[in-house]
């Protein structure tokens, strides 16, 4: 048995919750040991949520600090937001996609450009995956579907998880979008294939580096 | 709002809530009444999921209070009665609480707390496990989401073995957390007929003498009870360690994990009031050194030094002098503090500096089209050159107190709008007073706070923002929900001047607004529109189609910045010199285009999806 640990991050809204359950639930069919934490309340309104995978031997469901393998971020604001989760070296998936909160038209703040948001990820890791999922969602018309473009592409980072499984998983969840969002899926997967090819070949070193 | 999705081999995927309602439905429970609040709430909405049993009721309640006294009723009549509420909600129900422990019960009662460390979304972290303490009334613990389902089988059946209330205290963690839960097979209760007993339910003084002494012999036999070692856990190692770890709840399940790495014992205990006094003085004569890791107040740690005093043992007890008293634990902070007592070199964490003007904080805010926010709006602009005190309260509506709109002057506990309106009135007899509130607690405890303003005539203006649910924590329904009750109706009833307006009719509420506040005596204005989110799922139900999208017609605008500074509805945002709608977030509320001064902003009716 392997560990692995996710922290997905990003805005209230955005899907990180659906997600998270689609790996979990996937976890459990692969019978693996699984532990997860999502947020509710308050915080769901437009703020800034994130939601927790573990699977292996673990007891709680929190990820320490500088405990998280991979953090997959919906917004890249928010993968710096909860960059002191990852591990050195660990690996950063993001869309590029950016969500401005609505407080700066009041505040007047400036919502950071993508290099300087990049320059922080860097303090703790090179290993940074960038998705214009935003924009490959949007390209099949189905802008709620960027969260899955993401976990495509984290599909190929861990073969920890089965696409066949979150596939049909995706299907059974949001039936009358079935055929688009596994659209979606796989061009996430496509897309780091593409552009990121040595994560790919290398992404059973991630788990064989983390022993129980 | 995903439930248990089935899993074919290992257990189902549930959340801690869920595990904790499956439990008790596969005990026998036949009554769960409960106020919505996070992080409890998702016990009773999954079994008004699941539930297909008639013969099982489920209630959302008006407020804790009366949730705890219909759950009350049902126990000592026989039945296998379930109370859920948030921390706070206990506070509510304290009342029936205290004296329903000196009664006891005849089926079983379950009393489902969730405690939030951290204040994710409360206004306090107050520690449930002094409520046992405060009533004689044992507290059970699961650590993980995972344990969970069985804990809360396991309060039933000790209920209705002692005949006395259980807390089953659940904290953020468990009650949020995920895991794989496995089902063991369902039971049902013990058939009862209810027979009249008066000496022991109706409680004047001479009868609560009695129950006093009942409950105490019940307690006593909780304290036997849980010497069995079904209730604790411990791991010993040989030869054994010198630190011992006492802990419980959430905490201890970091400490298994941690015991992979570091050198100590562990003894869990899923009771924590009372405690396993003759297993605890064993482990404790075991270890040299104690460490007793917990979440919030000293509650075991206290209770631990005095059980050493009484019976001598000779070991050195800490906690709070390593443990953090404030906001909840997690791997790292238990870890350090087992390493600072052990002397052990702690792991380095580089830590990244994060520049706040950089990594911009996103607080929470209204839903693009909550009729809230217009509210808002509105109310500003009406008392835009008065002097107003706003008295705000729990719900959704409270995000008013944050920018742009900031119109909270306090905001205390649910229903305390009016009852503060009150006391403000009184204070700043010159000064503007507006509460605001929302249905959900206007039903709870706002109405009685309106009794009390209404009977001292005090110079206020209450607006109650109803949206017919209970949002904040999902759109539960409540009194509102349905128009089944009618608040205008309600408060001119009552005594009060009362007005009712769609929440998106900008110019009519400005100017009731204007006209009325000052007219002597409590005014109420209901500003009534639904709940985006709940009416976007209400639509999807019965497949109405979105209403549209707003464009912009960037001739028009002449970035006055009203909509995006003003109302900042989070679907709109200024860039680069031009208003830019995000489709995904408008729901076409057009508020906007109420607002705009150019008439810039018309819908456009979607056609995909
Ligand atoms: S959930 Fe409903 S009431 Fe709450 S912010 Fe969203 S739209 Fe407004
Ligand atoms: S119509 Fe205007 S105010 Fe309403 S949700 Fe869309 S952008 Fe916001």
Redesign the pocket.
Known sequence: MNNLQINIVGVGGQGTISIGRLLLQTGLIQEYNIRGNETHGMSQRGGSVNFQVRVGQFKGVLIPNSGADIILATEPMEAVRWINSLKPDGIVISDKHAVIPAIVNVTKQKYPKLEKLIDYVRMKTNNIILIPAMKIARSYNNDKAANLVLLGALLQVTPLFDPNILRSLIKEKWPRMAESNTICFDAGIRYVQTNYPDYVKNRSKLIQDNPV | MLIGIEAQQKGTLLLGNEAVAQGLLDEGATYFAGYPGTPSTEIIEYVFKTNKSESIVVHWSSNEAVAFEEAAAAAISGEYAVFTAKHVGLNVAADPFMTLAYMGVRGAMVICVADDPSMHSSQNEQDTRWYGRLAHLPVLEPTDPENAYEWARRALQLSYKIKLPVILRLTTRVSHGLSSIKFAPPISKPKQDYTKDPSRFVSLPSNARKNKLRLNKAFSEVEEEIENPIYYKKSLSTPQHSLGIISAGTAASYCEELQADLPFDLFISYVTHPLPKNALTKFMQQHSEILVVEELDPVIEGDLKQLAYERKIETNIVGKQYIPLNYELGLENIENAIRDLLGLEKPEVIEIPLNNSDIIVRPPTFC??CPH??TYYDLNKALKHQDVIFSNDIGCYSLGALPPFNDADSLLCMGASIGMAVGYSEIFPDKTIVATIGDSTFWHSGVTALSNAIWHNSNILVVVMDNSTTAMTGTQENPSTNNTLNILETAKGMGALAWQVNSFENKELVQIIREKVKLPGVKVLVAKQPC?IYENHLNKEREIPPKG??KVDMDKCTLCEL?VSD?N????SLQNGEII?DGA?????????TICPRDA?S?EVRTNE
Do not use: D, K, T, Y
């Open positions: 693009a089209g926010r217009a985006v999208v707003i909509c109302l509805c989070s679907a709109l709608v977030q408008c729901n076409g509320c057009e508020f906007c285009a902003f819908l």
